[in-house]
């Protein structure tokens, strides 16, 4: 389910399939907080067990995207603004 776009945490790319950048500051505060999470998980598991740092960033690279859908503008393709 998407938000609309004076809503929406992270609007959908002008080209292309996805979200761009966030739009609202708990689009940045969730940005944030992966890149701090793989920043962490890199430090710790990378060391000794660096398949298990892989399936992390799989994992929480999931949950923004799982995110980014619910928080988001609805992704589809697009060609520029043709609104």
């Known amino acids: 389910m998407s938000l609309p776009k004076e809503q929406a945490w992270f609007p959908a790319k002008r080209y292309g399939w996805g979200w761009g950048i966030p739009s609202r500051w708990q689009g940045w505060a969730v940005m944030l907080?992966?890149?701090?999470?793989?920043?962490?998980?890199?430090?710790?598991?990378?060391?000794?067990?660096?398949?298990?740092?892989?399936?992390?960033?799989?994992?929480?690279?999931g949950g923004l995207v799982a995110i980014c859908s619910w928080k988001g503008e609805s992704p589809s393709w697009r060609w520029g603004d043709k609104e």
Do not use: E, M
Request: charged share 5%; glycine share 10%; hydrophobic share 65%.
């Open 33 to 61: 907080g992966w890149l701090v999470a793989l920043i962490a998980g890199g430090t710790v598991l990378t060391a000794n067990h660096p398949d298990w740092f892989v399936a992390f960033a799989f994992a929480i690279s």
